[in-house]
């Protein structure tokens, strides 16, 4: 698949299963833990792997495992 193909799954993607907590990036819920670089990194979250364990295990209120 080509690149620009990804992005528009992925963004899909995150529109129909993300954008409840997480609008713009942001966070409605948690205070600091936004999806923002400084937050990621702050919280460990700033690698590809990270991400998609914390995606894929969940964490309490993200309880849930994705089927992509
Ligand atoms: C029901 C609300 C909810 C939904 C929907 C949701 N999240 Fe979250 N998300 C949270 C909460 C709450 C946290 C903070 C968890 C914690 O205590 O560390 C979080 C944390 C995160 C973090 C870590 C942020 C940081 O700075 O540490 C990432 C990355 C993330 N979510 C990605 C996603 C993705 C990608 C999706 C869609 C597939 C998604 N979330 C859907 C509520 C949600």
Redesign the pocket.
Known sequence: MAADAYADKGEK??TA??????AHGM????L?????KG??T????NSST??IA??TNG??????I?QI
């Open positions: 993607i995150f299963n993300c954008t409840g907590c997480h966070h409605h819920i948690a600091g833990k936004s999806l923002s937050d990621l702050a919280n460990k979250r990270a991400i914390l995606v964490k309490s209120p993200m309880h849930w994705i």
